[in-house]
C-alpha cells in the first residue's frame, strides 16, 4: 500500500545545484501537518526547474518506506 507525505518546498537553482552537485545529498522539510522529514536530494530531480524547486509536492513511498515518485499539487 503506496502512503505519502505532503510538503512545501523552495529551493532557489543555486541551492539546488548543491544537491545536484554532490554536496548535500538529503533534503531537510516541513510536512502540512508539521512533521520534519528528510529525504534524498535526488528525489527531486524531475521536479526541478530553472528557477529550482518551488511549491507544494506529494512524496509517494511504499509500505517500506522506499521512494516511489513524486508529484506536483495544485
Known sequence: MSQRIVVYLSISSDEYLRYYQGNARTVLAHTVDGRTVRFPAGVLQKVV???????????HFNAQGKFERIERLA
Open 49 to 59: 526547474t530553472r528557477e529550482g524547486v518551488h511549491g507544494r509536492f506529494a512524496i
